[in-house]
């Protein structure tokens, strides 16, 4: 279980920009629960995955995982158990290198000297195998560089990289909003294919409302910070477009917009 307990998070601390995100913030995921994440611009979507990826600190709270307060744990530590996928198909591989490369990249994510322990034939096969389950042929192009793939190719094989080790949680950030409707509605595919087969505990965040209902089993909205949805289970299941946009015009309306 996950859960952010009395989170408080502060832009610009003691300065006149000074802006307070998060006041007491709450929030309890389940172990493998799929939450999709929706919610006007700023409202703090992003921040939230920053924090419990360690990416930037939390100014008071606790992130707690069965139990244990991981609030001041290093990002790089969190790796280890938590992947992640972001909206630009750059981040999560590295363009310059060759997919078996990549591959080998991801596979000793945490140890040191990482890239030649990976490239034995054995792992070469395995990086095979694992690549043709996506389906889009790079099994075949193990030496060919990752930046000359698309973007969809590139983000296939982000997803697969971020959750080639062993990890707990997958987060992905806006990972389908670089994408044509056609690629992006595969990689989503691939991600729930990723998720059900792994068992992940996955945070999504999109503004693609047709996914936020799609996918998963709970839907969450933010709005500055709050959560103003939150349905799980059943709830979820019921819930249409129209209920996430009528909120949205709700929440306009009262930023005056
Ligand atoms: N490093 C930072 N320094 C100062 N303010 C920041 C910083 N990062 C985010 N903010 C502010 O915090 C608020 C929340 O930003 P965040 O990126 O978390 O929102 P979001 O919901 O992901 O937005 P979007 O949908 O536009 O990506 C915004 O007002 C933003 O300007």
Redesign the pocket.
Known sequence: MLELKNIHKF??HGTI?E?C?FENFNLTIDDGQFVSVV??????????L?LICGS?PLDSGSIIIDGKDIAKEKEFKRNQYIGRVFQNTAMGTCPSMTIAENMALADNKGKIYGLRMGKNKARLDFYREQLSQLGLGLEDKMDVKVGVLSGGQRQAMALLMATLTPIRFLILD?HTAALDPKTADLIMELTDKVVKEKHLTTIM?T?NLRYAVEYGDRLLM?HQ?KAVMDYSGEEKKKIQIEDILGKFNEISIECGN
């Open positions: 832009y610009n920009n802006m995100l919610g006007s611009n700023g409202s703090g979507k992003t921040s939230m920053n930037i806006e965040v503004h933010l910070g």
